[in-house]
């Protein structure tokens, strides 16, 4: 096939590409934090009540929604997750669907996952005599917690289903571009609290104290070697301690200091492993200087990896889509997603949509966050051939 083929197969005709648009913008105006995404929730559920839906669930493990489209014709059952929630930042851009909610704004392009899953419900529901198996869709609240995936999967939202899918818009990647890797996507994303205790006094005694500070100076610098001396250097480790807080004053020594940070790594067991060393570390160097660590592992997601089986059979559905050098290489980011929760308990694939705006770049999570919306109808097309393609029972 020539790179540069486009076949027409899902070419999406206007009224979509505008309900895609619409969709956007009206979610993208108003946007609403982790698990409070109530009108959000309403907004999804009035637009799929109109299709006729086999089932449709609403206040799924907080506020999600989940709704079925049965085919009349045997296939597998496939999973569509789009998550929900906005981010605590005020939108700089000026543009007429400009969030109308200050101090909240879609940031990450959630609002794009869920214009395409509902644009794709509909397109379903208008061929279910020609659908083989069900689609579930999923529209899953507080991604950006983390804390969303989990309750809906607890809740059931997986029962009865074989394979899962989802994607992520993404602001450094040229609009036409999509990446599909065969592995691991994200990294897992945990974070913790590590509380040193010693023993707080005169500043100018410190032989009658235990200072909590000197402790925790030791633990901040040995976590660091658990990354450069106990991992191997081909697997990519970060340790970041991002908030180091104790002590009162200059002339006294501090009795506790509690050290927050974070733990990236896109390989399971070495998670669980370095996890279990940070507690370990911590609690050894405490207790040599008479005190003592409280690890607290405060939240945590696994690495988002993808089947490669599956992975391979969306990317063939993408080339048709965005030809053979549409679908691009890509190394796995640092960042989590908890859509991982998904992937470890069934085979599926998270891709990546390029969707990068004309004019200076944008990342997101920053007030400046953009897209460009021409990427829609491509995720559009190829989420849907995707779905297609992973319905099929053979
Ligand atoms: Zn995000
Ligand atoms: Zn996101």
Redesign the pocket.
Known sequence: MASTQRPVLLEPDAATTQHLITHRRELHASPELSFKEDETARYIVERLDTLGLDKLTHGVGGTGVVADIRGERPGRSVLVRADMDG?PLTETADVPFRSTRIGVMH??G?DVHMAIALELARWLADRRHELPGMVRFAFQPA??QAGGAKPMIDAGVLDGIDRVIGLHVWSQLPTGQVAIPPGVVMASADMFTLIIRGRGGHGAQPHLTIDAVVIAAEVVTALQTLVSRETSPVAPVVITLGSVHGGSAANIVAGEVVIQGTLRTFDAALRRHLLARIAQVAEGIAGTMRGSSEFRHDSGTPPTVNDPAIAALVGEEARRVVGVDGVVPFEPLM?GEDFAYFLEARPGCFFLLGGAPEGPPVV??TPEFRIDEKCLPIGFQVMTAAVLRLLRPD
């Open positions: 981010l940031a990450c959630h991604e950006e960042v997101h999570h």
